[in-house]
């Protein structure tokens, strides 16, 4: 019955690695997918992580039931805390619906699928361009998705005149989908003046904030992500959290309401183990309690309920305060890897004089560059130096080591200087 389907095309980023893994070369390399890589081209699972998982088997306790369809209580609301703040007024009034799902991109669709039923705008606003399944994930979901200007290829940074002309010029109560931080895949990050533009005009305009957090956790975690150079500004050096004033806290600030989607994927390196929740921060408690249980309704027919394993792990970590700061001892070791990639990358390609300015490979935020190379230097790139990454040019920064990376800066330089 099924044999006039046509064969589909692979995952744009997904594929990637489908296509590595049919090449045979010795010398092959995947920049594809963010996921991090030891300096050996492991993947790492961070001690913090095994530990707690040693603490969840260890515990004769704990039994397979079902979650509820909200998923784990603790967890959902150490999630809401962990982005939110502590001393968020939003938590604190108990007018957070935060439910567990099934990673960043499971709490995204629950979120649209939400919106769909009911929000009485249906326009979806992504940042252009933007992370490849947003536009699946909008509109099979039932929104119907628009595209805001957001990177400027001239400059290599922030198209803000654009951004802020198109969400001026957007339909008054339209969804905004907005990268928390480390946008993908062009490691640009308004600064945060330019954020309390962007709340000022949407709140202005009543359009709803539906923040997408991949990579961002705590001002920890920004400070890793941003490759070490707010740190002083978010005030890691003293210890203190509180100088975190990260854009999705401006947000909650105002007393607005917006939607938080979270990934546990990268910044605990959980991927395979699907963790991450989705909170809608409402205006008063009421409206919050009534907002969860329809995300019941969304969340049963779909899946049921979430698995209960990754969730154990965050919320064991996040817990306990001494694990809590293990877990961003191994972060700041996994950013320092990152940072010295780009340090590495940008070296070679000017000890090879390779043509153009390349220093926003150093300027970038976050586990990708956002190379400029465009499709057909890509395609060479893999061709002949079977060098993998998505066509737009991104790369995983994350997949890089001090060995691979002269063999990525010979086909950069081979593919702009051909
Ligand atoms: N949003 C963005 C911007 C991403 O880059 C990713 C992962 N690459 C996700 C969401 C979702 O990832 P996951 O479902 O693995 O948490």
């Avoid at 991927?271 to 019941?296: M, N, W």
């Avoid at 061709?383 to 001090?402: C, F, N, P, Q, V």
Wanted: net charge neutral; with cysteine.
């Amino acid at each position: 019955v099924f044999a006039s389907l046509v064969q589909a095309p692979e995952d744009p980023i997904l594929g990637v690695t489908v296509a590595y893994n049919k090449d045979p070369s010795p010398n092959k390399l995947n920049l594809g997918v963010g996921a991090y890589r030891t300096e050996e081209g492991k993947p790492l699972v961070l001690d913090v992580v095994r530990r707690a998982e040693q603490l969840l088997v260890n515990d004769q306790s704990r039994v397979k039931e079902y979650l509820p369809i909200v998923g784990l209580a603790d967890f959902n609301k150490l999630s809401a805390k962990l982005i939110f703040g502590a001393d968020s007024p939003a938590i604190q009034a108990n007018r957070v619906a935060t439910v567990q799902c099934l990673s960043g991109t499971g709490s995204l669709r629950v979120g649209a699928e939400f919106l769909a039923r009911h929000y009485h705008q249906l326009t979806i606003y992504i940042p252009q361009p933007t992370w490849g399944n947003h536009p699946k994930v909008f509109t099979l979901a039932g929104l119907s998705v628009k595209t805001y200007r957001y990177y400027d290829p001239a400059t290599r940074g922030l198209n803000f005149q654009g951004l802020l002309e198109d969400l001026g010029a957007a339909t008054s109560g339209a969804i905004v989908l907005l990268h928390a931080c480390a946008h993908n895949p062009t490691g640009v990050d308004p600064t945060l003046e330019q954020w309390e533009q962007i709340r000022q005009l949407m709140r202005s305009k009543g359009l709803l904030p539906f923040f997408d957090s991949a990579y961002q956790v705590v001002a920890l975690v920004v400070w890793w992500i941003t490759g070490g150079q707010i740190e002083n500004m978010l005030g890691f050096a003293s210890g203190s959290l509180d100088a975190d004033a990260q854009p999705v806290r401006m947000f909650v600030a105002d007393g607005g309401e917006c939607l938080a989607a979270q990934s546990y994927a990268k910044n605990m390196g959980l991927y395979g183990e699907r963790v991450g929740a989705l909170s809608i921060v409402c205006k008063t408690a009421d409206v919050a309690s009534k907002v969860e249980s329809q995300l019941k309704l969304v969340i049963r027919p779909m899946y049921s309920n979430p698995p209960i394993h990754g969730a154990s792990i965050v919320a064991t970590i996040l817990k306990d305060s001494k694990m809590y700061d293990e877990w961003t001892v191994e972060l700041k070791a996994m950013a320092d890897r990152i940072i010295s990639m780009r340090k590495q990358l940008f070296d070679a390609l000017s000890a090879r004089g390779t043509p153009g300015d390349w220093s926003h490979i150093i300027k970038q935020i976050g586990m990708f560059t956002f190379t400029g190379l465009n499709g057909e230097q890509v395609a060479f790139m893999t061709k002949e130096y079977h060098i993998y990454m998505t066509s737009d040019g991104r790369i995983s920064m994350a997949g890089l080591s001090s060995k691979t990376v002269p063999h990525l800066a010979d086909a950069i330089h081979a593919a702009v200087t051909r």
